[in-house]
């Protein structure tokens, strides 16, 4: 396949224009920029289609490979109805815009000023996060079981007998009474009301 490199040098060129354009404040130039892209992305698609051949109607006489490709052709035909509508609809916000602001320039938003003002870490969000989560006694310890302790918790009197025992925060609790809290009718919840002078 041959190339033009008169076609591809237009179409660099309004695809620089058009990023340009489409970079500034002005909706007028964006715009004008997208309309660019959409000629130089037309230009593209036909330098695609290969070389200029018949017209794709078919006869019984001529060769498959003497037929020009119709696809390229109706993509083109698609991106110029799709360039179209985007012009249509960009210039209904230019004109609504100018009526409401009598600019045609975007301004600075204060809000998306200071959102790329915070710093990317959050404390909630990034920080570690334990094995386990869960605010009961008894699924306090590890993953690896070393939180879960056989230590004599005796009643007080020294006299204590060996039961296994779990490490809820700074203290120990019997692993049965830290089970019992999972069942429903726990033992270990205080029924009287909150604020009553306890």
């Known amino acids: 396949m041959s190339v033009n490199l008169t076609l591809l040098t237009i179409m660099g060129a309004l695809y620089a224009c058009g990023i340009y354009l489409i970079l500034e404040r002005s909706l007028t130039r964006v715009l004008l920029g997208l309309m660019l892209l959409a000629n130089a992305t037309n230009l ?3 330098a695609t289609g290969g070389y200029a051949g018949l017209a794709p109607i078919f006869d019984k006489n001529t060769p498959a490979g003497d037929y020009n490709d119709p696809l390229p052709q109706a993509l083109i035909l698609t991106s110029i109805v799709i360039s179209f509508a985007v012009t249509a609809f960009m210039l209904g916000i230019i004109y609504r815009t100018w009526v409401l602001a009598r600019q045609d320039e ?15 870490f959050d404390a909630e969000d990034d920080s570690v996060i334990p094995v386990e989560t869960s605010e009961f006694p008894l699924a306090m310890f590890g993953s690896d079981g070393a939180g879960l302790m056989d230590t004599a918790v005796g009643s007080g009197s020294g006299t204590g007998s060996s039961a296994s025992a779990v490490m809820s925060g700074d203290r120990v609790v019997r692993a049965e009474k830290a089970a019992s809290e999972e069942q429903p009718g726990s033992l270990n919840v205080d029924t009287s009301k909150e604020g009553d002078g306890k």
Do not use: F, G, N, Y
């Open 106 to 120: 975007i301004q600075d938003d204060a809000e998306d000023r200071r959102v790329a003002e915070t710093p990317s």
């Open 44 to 46: 593209l698609i036909l």
